[in-house]
């Protein structure tokens, strides 16, 4: 017992207050007919009769719940259970009457010449029984109710992890189609550079895309980075992307400081920016612009790539591209954050050019806001 856990010693003084409303109404039933009587009982007596009998179900219920939860009552019956519970109700309703006849001799008036002990016991008993199999359903009833309610949340919670993995799973599965989509394009321009003898151009674009990948390895499956992160990968892609167009490529950028700790989805800028050159510089004769914007607009974080090329063609439709950038950037950010997370393509208003955003809750990234408080 004094090993016994706050917990049990809660379970058990429940236990004891749900089961003292029965006996209790059982105490002062009897006491008010005992008023009717030519010996009223004092209310002590008629509490002291009544309340040992119904203290029985407190450790009864317990052993009634692990009962149900082995021996099931449903369709179709099974004998198994009808006889174990019903076993059960009678000894507990035997329990019962031998409990309450105890205290009724003890307690209660002597009425002429009672019976022997035995005999009186039956008589309780069998007049108990109706009230004791009640009490045994209403037991059981709750127990099922309650079983049923914790097995749901668990189903619920399996369905909740299952669900969590499966985003996983859908994540990863698109991270690793963006890796090699990546990885190949530029590998191809270093090898264009080989074959045109330009081993110097070669040599560095080797240099940033082995930092690359070395910053993706270290990353590893993670799906958000700071942003930071994010433009450190992306300035070393647009070197490749510039050694590669020589002095065809200017980028600007326009990213706020105050922003730089929000996290984004990895490498969700490249495969627009990559768009942006395919679709937009490298069609123009003369030299292009690429602008990367990022910043705060309210709770949201915008992040935009803007082109001067030929703009969009005509009849396009964002939902029917057939890009794997595109498209893979509206996957993850639906897997990602919902509907809170938009991409979107347009013409650029008043001129040439094209125009990829991106639209994202904003939030920190929380190793860099703790020390960004430090530091005050």
Not at 82 to 99: D, Q
Not at 188 to 210: G, H, P, Y
Not at 217 to 237: I, N, W
Not at 311 to 328: A, M, T
């Amino acid at each position: 017992m004094e090993n016994a856990s706050p917990h049990a010693w809660r379970r058990w003084a429940w236990l004891a207050a749900v089961w003292t409303v029965p006996a209790t109404l059982a105490a002062v039933e009897t006491y008010f007919f005992s008023r009717l009587g030519p010996q009223p009982l004092p209310l002590w007596r008629a509490f002291a009769s009544q309340l040992p009998a119904w203290y029985v179900w407190v450790p009864a219920t317990p052993a009634l719940v692990h009962l149900s939860r082995r021996l099931r009552l449903g369709l179709p019956l099974e004998a198994r259970a009808v006889g174990g519970h019903l076993a059960a109700c009678l000894g507990v309703g035997g329990l019962f009457s031998l409990v309450y006849t105890l205290c009724h001799v003890a307690f209660m008036p002597a009425m002429g010449n009672p019976p022997p002990l035995p005999v009186l016991v039956l008589r309780y008993w069998l007049g108990w029984m109706p009230m004791m199999a009640m009490t045994y359903a209403a037991v059981l009833g709750v127990a099922y109710a309650v079983d049923s309610q914790r097995r749901a949340r668990e189903n619920e919670r399996q369905a909740a992890a299952l669900s969590v993995q499966l985003a996983e799973a859908r994540l990863q599965a698109l991270q690793s189609q963006l890796h090699p989509h990546f990885l190949f394009n530029t590998l191809n321009a270093i090898v264009v550079l080989v074959r045109e003898q330009e081993t110097d151009t070669a040599a560095r674009m080797l240099v940033l895309l082995s930092d690359i990948l070395r910053r993706l390895l270290q990353q590893g499956a993670t799906q958000e980075v700071p942003l930071r992160d994010e433009v450190a990968v992306l300035s070393r892609y647009l070197e490749i992307q510039q050694l590669r167009f020589q002095d065809r490529l200017r980028v600007d950028w326009d990213v706020d400081a105050g922003v730089l700790d929000a996290r984004v989805p990895n490498l969700v800028l490249q495969p627009l920016v990559e768009n942006a050159i395919r679709h937009g510089v490298s069609m123009r004769s003369a030299a292009g612009v690429l602008r990367i914007r990022a910043r705060r607009e309210g709770d949201v974080l915008e992040l935009a790539v803007v082109d001067d090329g030929p703009g969009l063609p005509v009849g396009f439709d964002l939902e029917r591209s057939p890009g794997i950038g595109l498209s893979n950037t509206r996957a993850r950010l639906a897997q990602l954050y919902g509907d809170a997370g938009r991409v979107s393509v347009a013409s650029v208003a008043g001129g040439p050019g094209t125009v990829a955003t991106v639209l994202l809750p904003l939030r920190e990234d929380s190793a860099a806001s703790l020390e960004k408080r430090a530091h005050g």
